[in-house]
């Protein structure tokens, strides 16, 4: 639950609110102010590039699960954020597993839709280094070339389910449901 601050300076969780609309700067102080750094500390500005003021809002307060959803396909992302904000998510969505890994600093999903197959770190790249780092958020792999052997490592690697392109929301929706209960359990313990 956030908390707001009294006073200027004050190094305690500050909210964005829907309805406000700070600017750019007040954001950039927020931020740092949600990750314990302080007002003063330095700001890392490829993380304030890469954040637009509706995704800085949805990062420090979520009100609903929030899922990443990672694919360098637009209309993937598009699609798949729709379906899940009517299915009462939050969603982030980055167009690589890069610009996913920068994000962490700022918020942690309770889940990951993530392709398989993406240029730079692809999807079971990604899986590992998770698990490498013990993150324990659970990922679902989707991928427009089901292989036996990429569904074997994609599984072996800890995602929890592997979905083929095109999608069956039904399928989908299940998934994250299973993964949101994961994710819960995980940080319960």
């Known amino acids: 639950m956030p908390i707001s601050s009294n006073s200027p300076g004050t190094e305690s969780k500050h909210s964005v609110s829907a309805t406000s609309s700070p600017e750019p700067r007040d954001l950039r102080c927020r931020a740092k102010v949600h990750l314990g750094l302080g007002p003063g500390a330095p700001y890392d500005s490829h993380l304030s590039i890469a954040m637009s003021r509706q995704h800085a809002k949805s990062t420090m307060v979520h009100a609903h699960p929030l899922i990443a959803v ?25 167009s690589s597993a890069e610009l996913f890994l920068q994000s962490l600093a700022l918020s942690r999903p309770d889940c990951v839709v993530l392709d ?8 079971l790249d990604l899986l590992k280094w998770m698990s490498r780092e013990d993150l324990h958020i659970p990922a679902i792999v989707i991928t427009g070339q089901d292989e036996q052997r990429s569904r074997a490592s994609c ?3 800890g ?9 069956d929301h039904r399928r989908l929706l299940q998934a994250i449901s299973e993964a949101l209960l994961r994710s819960r359990a995980t940080r319960i313990e």
């Not at 995602?159 to 999608?167: E, G, S, T, V, W």
């Open 159 to 167: 995602a929890l389910a592997y979905l083929p392109k095109p999608l």
């Open 70 to 94: 990672i694919d360098d396909e637009e209309t993937i992302c598009r699609a798949l954020k729709r379906l899940l904000v009517t299915s009462n998510l939050d969603v982030m969505t980055f």
């Open 116 to 123: 398989l197959h993406m240029p730079g770190m692809n999807g």
């Open 155 to 157: 599984l072996g690697a």
